[in-house]
């Protein structure tokens, strides 16, 4: 493919019908985050339990958020409504469903256990519901699915030692480990101990960092932790010699534009720096984070930020080839996505 013609060939008013279609991987959305109001409601409801919000109307308008934290509030009291291992696979169902009609062909679910085991589940439930859901996706809607669990990062390294403990009976269903939760206050030199021996494990690793954090949490999550990925990663064009680090290194990040923005980490996404990003050579991904409370899936992420920033179809195409090079999935498969997104743009290309 070469890059240029593509900019040449498709119309500017094609671009949005080329973001929806062209296949994709997405690589940050946390689970508990694509749990939509509605189904809230009916998992309350089976559960015998009371939201404190009389309706859906109610539940979405308080989706308001001041920064990470309050967003984290309002989310981990939504966790509440999830007891069964049926509840664990219809949210995750929903959300697959959701993100094939997006063309996603891959996804990589962030998850954690400790929310659940703090609310008395057992880690089992967690991790068989979202693994039976993963494996009916794939033959429902063709989409392949793989499952990232997240230590929380406000509690303590051995918290997060006893959360691997835990979930190590189906190692086999988990192709990663992630860190989430309050940023500031909390750098990834805090799981230093438990990211080595997730690592000595085969786990591959990621890591947020650079969502409100500084530059510093970014450095120490590659250079301490040894993450392949960093989530989120925006405040590091702060710092010129960690770009050229990423870019060097090649270290995708995972970039989330409409919860920077509902998130205020960026005032509005005209300012967001992803086109700065993809300028300076990064290999920068597109990405929903929670897409029930921020106001939109993957493709919403991509047509709203491509209308902001002025973004064009060459810009579309890397952001996809992206997501498929900085995937986990083996290199034949990331090779059978590329080939089909390059046959998807030749046909724009007509
Ligand atoms: N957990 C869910 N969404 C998150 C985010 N944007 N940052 C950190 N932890 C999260
Ligand atoms: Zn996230």
């Given at each position: 493919?070469?890059?240029?013609?593509?900019?040449?060939?498709?119309?500017?008013?094609?671009?949005?019908?080329?973001?929806?279609?062209?296949?994709?991987?997405?690589?940050?959305?946390?689970?508990?985050?694509s749990l939509e109001?509605e189904l809230?409601?009916?998992?309350?409801?089976?559960?015998?339990?009371?939201?404190?919000?009389?309706?859906?109307?109610?539940?979405?308008?308080?989706?308001?958020?001041?920064?990470?934290?309050?967003?984290?509030?309002?989310?981990?009291?939504?966790?509440?409504?999830?007891?069964?291992?049926?509840?664990?696979?219809d949210m995750t169902h929903a959300y697959l469903a959701r993100?094939?009609?997006?063309?996603?062909?891959?996804?990589?679910?962030?998850?954690?256990?400790?929310?659940?085991?703090?609310?008395?589940?057992?880690?089992?439930?967690?991790?068989?519901?979202?693994?039976?859901a993963?494996?009916?996706?794939?033959?429902?809607?063709?989409?392949?699915?793989?499952?990232?669990?997240?230590?929380?990062?406000?509690?303590?390294?051995?918290?997060?030692?006893?959360?691997?403990?835990?979930?190590?009976?189906?190692?086999?269903?988990?192709?990663?480990?992630?860190?989430?939760?309050?940023?500031?206050?909390?750098?990834?030199?805090?799981?230093?101990?438990?990211?080595?021996?997730?690592?000595?494990?085969?786990?591959?690793?990621?890591?947020?960092?650079?969502?409100?954090?500084?530059?510093?949490?970014?450095?120490?999550?590659?250079?301490?932790?040894?993450?392949?990925?960093?989530?989120?990663?925006?405040?590091?064009?702060?710092?010129?010699?960690?770009?050229?680090?990423?870019?060097?290194?090649?270290?995708?990040?995972?970039?989330?534009?409409?919860?920077?923005?509902?998130?205020?980490?960026?005032?509005?996404?005209?300012?967001?720096?992803?086109?700065?990003?993809?300028?300076?050579?990064?290999?920068?991904?597109?990405?929903?984070?929670?897409?029930?409370?921020?106001?939109?899936?993957?493709?919403?992420?991509?047509?709203?930020?491509?209308?902001?920033?002025?973004?064009?179809?060459?810009?579309?195409?890397?952001?996809?080839?992206?997501?498929?090079?900085?995937?986990?999935?083996?290199?034949?498969?990331?090779?059978?996505?590329?080939?089909?997104?390059?046959?998807?743009?030749?046909?724009?290309?007509?």
């Amino acid at each position: 493919m070469n890059p240029p013609s593509i900019v040449n060939t498709i119309s500017p008013e094609r671009l949005p019908e080329l973001l929806r279609a062209m296949p994709k991987a997405e690589l940050h959305m946390h689970i508990e985050g694509s749990l939509e109001p509605e189904l809230m409601f009916q998992l309350a409801q089976r559960n015998g339990l009371s939201l404190r919000y009389p309706s859906v109307e109610a539940l979405r308008g308080a989706y308001v958020f001041d920064n990470l934290q309050s967003f984290l509030d309002i989310y981990h009291e939504g966790t509440l409504v999830l007891k069964t291992e049926q509840d664990f696979y219809d949210m995750t169902h929903a959300y697959l469903a959701r993100a094939a009609a997006d063309h996603v062909v891959h996804a990589e679910v962030f998850f954690d256990t400790q929310t659940h085991t703090g609310h008395g589940l057992p880690t089992e439930v967690v991790i068989q519901g979202l693994h039976r859901a993963c494996v009916d996706a794939q033959a429902e809607f063709g989409i392949s699915a793989s499952l990232i669990l997240c230590f929380l990062r406000h509690l303590s390294e051995q918290e997060a030692f006893e959360c691997l403990e835990q979930a190590l009976p189906w190692r086999d269903k988990i192709v990663g480990i992630g860190l989430a939760s309050s940023e500031v206050g909390h750098p990834p030199e805090k799981f230093a101990k438990v990211f080595a021996r997730c690592k000595e494990l085969g786990f591959r690793l990621v890591a947020h960092a650079g969502e409100e954090g500084p530059p510093a949490y970014i450095w120490s999550a590659l250079d301490v932790l040894k993450v392949e990925r960093i989530d989120h990663g925006v405040q590091s064009l702060k710092d010129p010699a960690l770009v050229a680090r990423l870019v060097k290194d090649r270290i995708p990040l995972t970039v989330c534009p409409l919860s920077n923005l509902k998130l205020r980490v960026f005032p509005t996404l005209a300012e967001h720096n992803l086109g700065a990003m993809l300028d300076a050579g990064i290999v920068a991904t597109v990405n929903s984070d929670d897409p029930a409370y921020f106001g939109g899936y993957i493709n919403q992420n991509f047509t709203q930020t491509f209308t902001a920033l002025g973004l064009n179809s060459q810009h579309a195409y890397t952001l996809a080839r992206n997501s498929f090079e900085a995937s986990f999935i083996d290199a034949s498969e990331k090779r059978r996505h590329i080939e089909r997104l390059d046959t998807v743009l030749a046909h724009f290309m007509e």
